[in-house]
């Protein structure tokens, strides 16, 4: 067998079959106390691919920070062939003041590739650009929704690039969004250097969800199987085959006021069905939320206060509702059986 030469990363030296933690500096705090990012590199014995999985972007997105934290715990990744560079948290400046952005109050994933002497959120951008991302072959980045929105599982994937499409079907996630690249973000400069990439967007801001971690660490190991970082599992049971939406709409509040939502993430609705409703705190009865067209939802807000034109549902439509209906309601059932199985810790040599 082929034996895997040392990775150089941040000039150090990772030698095969070995780890190594790294705290790559990205500037310092008022009180003039370095800022780091803690990144984690495996490099297996043999060599393959290098996987960079990266989370907290956006900095109060916190289920990837438990995803990292549990792939780089798992007993598989003993074997692991190629190299995986792992950081759990990209912004730590956001997660420090539990927050998407940074204290420029830019958002990060708006400013790659970056630059050297831009503004601060650039010059972050810049550095995990040049120094982290252009060190991997391949990229999945986790995300969540926002403060009070909570996503199905799901990958976001420009799927013109054949490379991250084929990553985004082994995720595994029941639902493939196509996603155009938006301009600054991870993925985009990840499309532009030739590096793989796809998102996994995942539960809530500010939570843990479990189904959503579960589904992540799931996920990243199956994207590593078929990179043929690990040996592919043999699986007893039927494998989800993800379903890609054909386009996905908001569906958005007709109205201010209290909100009552009738539906939960991954269930099917059909056109002109009621899903809602909204009302004042005096009213009797309250204005029907209709769905606009048949479809699955893929995300919503868990709050119930709206001003009108605030996204309610988020809807992926599909060429075949009920496959995509089957699909997610294995994953769920799946994920159910799999938050409750006990998680292995890594064995030290
Ligand atoms: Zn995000």
Same mark, same amino acid.
């Given at each position: 067998?082929?034996?895997?030469?040392?990775?150089?990363?941040?000039?150090?030296?990772? &030698?095969?079959?070995?780890?190594?933690?790294?705290? /790559?500096?990205?500037?310092?705090?008022?009180?003039?106390?370095?800022?780091?990012?803690?990144?984690?590199?495996?490099?297996?014995?043999?060599?393959?691919?290098?996987l960079l999985v990266c989370a907290a972007i956006h900095g109060d997105e916190l289920n990837g920070i438990? $995803?990292?934290?549990?792939?780089? !715990?798992?007993?598989?990744?003993?074997?692991?062939?190629?190299?995986?560079?792992?950081?759990?948290?990209?912004?730590?400046?956001?997660?420090?003041?539990?927050?998407?952005?940074?204290?420029?109050?830019?958002?990060?994933?708006?400013?790659?590739?970056?630059?050297?002497?831009?503004? /601060?959120?650039?010059?972050?951008?810049?550095?995990?650009?040049?120094?982290?991302? #252009?060190?991997?072959?391949?990229?999945?980045?986790?995300?969540?929704?926002?403060? *009070?929105?909570?996503?199905?599982?799901?990958?976001?994937?420009?799927?013109?690039?054949?490379?991250?499409?084929?990553?985004?079907? &082994?995720?595994?996630?029941?639902?493939?969004?196509?996603?155009? +690249?938006?301009?600054?973000?991870?993925?985009?400069?990840?499309? *532009?250097?030739? $590096?793989?990439?796809?998102?996994?967007?995942?539960?809530?801001?500010?939570?843990?969800?479990? #189904?959503?971690?579960?589904?992540?660490?799931?996920?990243? %190991?199956?994207?590593?199987?078929?990179?043929?970082?690990?040996?592919?599992?043999?699986?007893?049971?039927?494998?989800?085959?993800?379903?890609?939406?054909?386009?996905? &709409?908001?569906?958005?509040?007709?109205?201010?006021?209290?909100?009552?939502?009738?539906?939960?993430?991954?269930?099917?609705? %059909?056109?002109?069905?009621?899903?809602?409703?909204?009302?004042?705190?005096?009213?009797?009865?309250?204005?029907?939320?209709?769905?606009?067209?048949?479809?699955?939802? +893929?995300?919503?807000?868990?709050?119930?206060?709206?001003?009108?034109?605030?996204?309610?549902?988020?809807?992926?439509?599909? *060429?075949?509702?009920?496959?995509?209906?089957?699909?997610?309601?294995?994953?769920?059932? !799946?994920? #159910?059986?799999?938050? &409750?199985?006990?998680?292995?810790?890594?064995?030290?040599?």
């Open positions: 067998m082929l034996k895997a030469g040392s990775f150089e990363f941040l000039d150090e030296v990772v &030698a095969p079959g070995t780890r190594k933690i790294f705290n /790559l500096a990205i500037g310092g705090l008022y009180t003039q106390k370095d800022i780091s990012v803690p990144i984690a590199v495996v490099h297996g014995k043999v060599p393959g691919p290098r438990e $995803i990292v934290r549990r792939v780089l !715990h798992s007993s598989w990744l003993n074997n692991v062939r190629g190299t995986l560079i792992a950081v759990p948290v990209v912004n730590v400046l956001g997660c420090i003041q539990r927050t998407r952005y940074l204290p420029d109050r830019r958002d990060l994933n708006r400013c790659f590739p970056g630059s050297m002497d831009g503004s /601060l959120a650039g010059r972050i951008a810049h550095i995990f650009n040049t120094k982290v991302l #252009q060190s991997a072959t391949h990229a999945i980045d986790l995300h969540t929704g926002a403060i *009070d929105r909570s996503n199905l599982p799901q990958i976001r994937v420009h799927l013109a690039s054949p490379k991250a499409e084929e990553m985004a079907h &082994a995720f595994g996630a029941p639902v493939i969004v196509n996603a155009p +690249i938006r301009d600054g973000s991870l993925r985009g400069t990840g499309e *532009d250097l030739g $590096i793989p990439i796809i998102t996994y967007e995942a539960g809530e801001a500010l939570r843990y969800e479990e #189904q959503s971690i579960a589904g992540g660490v799931r996920g990243v %190991r199956r994207v590593m199987e078929s990179l043929g970082m690990l040996t592919m599992r043999k699986r007893g049971r039927k494998i989800v085959k993800p379903v890609v939406a054909r386009s996905s &709409a908001w569906i958005r509040a007709p109205e201010s006021g209290f909100l009552t939502l009738y539906c939960s993430l991954g269930d099917r609705i %059909r056109a002109d069905e009621t899903i809602g409703m909204i009302c004042g705190p005096l009213d009797d009865e309250g204005v029907l939320i209709k769905a606009p067209h048949s479809g699955i939802v +893929i995300g919503r807000t868990n709050l119930p206060l709206a001003y009108e034109g605030e996204a309610v549902y988020h809807i992926a439509r599909f *060429d075949k509702v009920t496959e995509a209906v089957d699909v997610v309601g294995e994953f769920q059932t !799946h994920m #159910q059986e799999r938050s &409750a199985e006990q998680f292995t810790p890594i064995q030290n040599a």
